[in-house]
């Protein structure tokens, strides 16, 4: 998901990538909270945070963006 964002003071537009991923225990696709661009043991990107909602950790495999 793509969320446009100001800079205050600035009149330019920067487009942030907003992380998400499916959370297993509330069962829905929801935003990463805390979102860290990770690489694991294979050398494969991931992404990796909590549930906004639960908490629960979030793995997401694959680049983001």
Do not use: H
């Not at 990538?17 to 959370?23: K, L, N, P, Q």
């Amino acid at each position: 998901m793509w969320v446009w964002r100001t800079i205050p003071g600035d009149q330019q537009r920067l487009e942030v990538a907003v992380a998400s991923g499916y959370c297993v225990k509330c069962k829905a696709s929801r935003e990463i909270k805390d979102a860290k661009q990770i690489t694991m043991k294979n050398g494969r990107p991931a992404t990796q945070g909590t549930c906004p909602v639960c908490g629960t950790k979030i793995f997401k495999i694959g680049a983001s963006g």
